[in-house]
């Protein structure tokens, strides 16, 4: 358990012996501890004022653990909960440090794992709630948590669970090599039997009934002409991937040339899909060996024939969807 952001808050001076401790158990991460003042016993600790205010200005952290009552937690954070796929882990531990009980994002904030973690350290009894957990079932934001997939449809993730939860088989398979789940598809369905819901692990489009767990593990490499429309560049890169049946989620980073780190419609493609936007300049391009359709017009422009191409292959190994133009705008994928 390490480089999180975590805050803890206690409200007594047994619940700051407890804040001393967590802040030991945690010391490998940023650790933001608040106590009252008159309980101010270690120099890691802050003034605790206005609990709220305080939660508020952490609720962006990795986890929050209350050291007190858990109604003093929920009341605290009631006005800033959203989903449990954004709200931080949320832990009340009572100031005697006996029991660890996760409130909040258990699978997906990792709440469930830190209060397994933080009741070994302080020999406390975790109290886990979550369906999935005490039936043993599979759970598929934790494996996708684990993995670093994305989860298609969180309607559908819901689905698996309460399928699995009442005993009915679900389909499951790999479009990624690295990722094995032979074992897993044998325990959800021993029988081999036709099943209702399906789930896979994959960078492709499957239709809407599918929960797929989208693996990012494709680059993309990009040109255009100056001032290009933003949302052309969009729609472009768009139809690309559903022409090719990709998955625009699965894109893991953007790379184009240097003179266009600030190309607006680049740039704003990168926003979009929350990935980093990296450039190189025409000689690391040109030392990126392969066969290339080269551009004596883009050559005599910016030095290289062909970018997109050489600019996904100086991120991954594998070319799979040589350059595709479109009014001035190229694209090429590759996958890692």
Known sequence: MTDKKISIFSFTKKGGEINIRLM???KENNISSYT?????????????????????KHFSDDAIIFVGATGIAIRSISGYIKDKFSDPAILVIDELGRYVIPLLSGHVGGANELAEYIGAALGATPIITTATDINGAFAVD???KKYDLILSSRKLAKDVSAALLDGKPVDIDSDIKDIDVSGIREKLNPSHSKCDLTVRITDKIYDENVLTLIHKDLYIGVGCKKNTDIKKMLDFIYQVFRGKGLDIRAIKAIGSIDIKKDERAIVELSNSLSVPFYTFTKDELKKVEGE????????ETVGVGNVCERAVLIQCDKLILKKTAKDGMTVAIGRS
């Open 24 to 26: 030991d158990i945690l």
């Open 36 to 56: 009252l003042e008159k309980y101010l016993t270690d120099e890691r600790m802050r003034v605790l004022t206005d609990l709220k205010e305080k939660v508020k």
């Open 142 to 144: 934790v494996f996708a």
């Open 292 to 299: 290339f359709n080269e551009s004596d017009f883009v050559k």
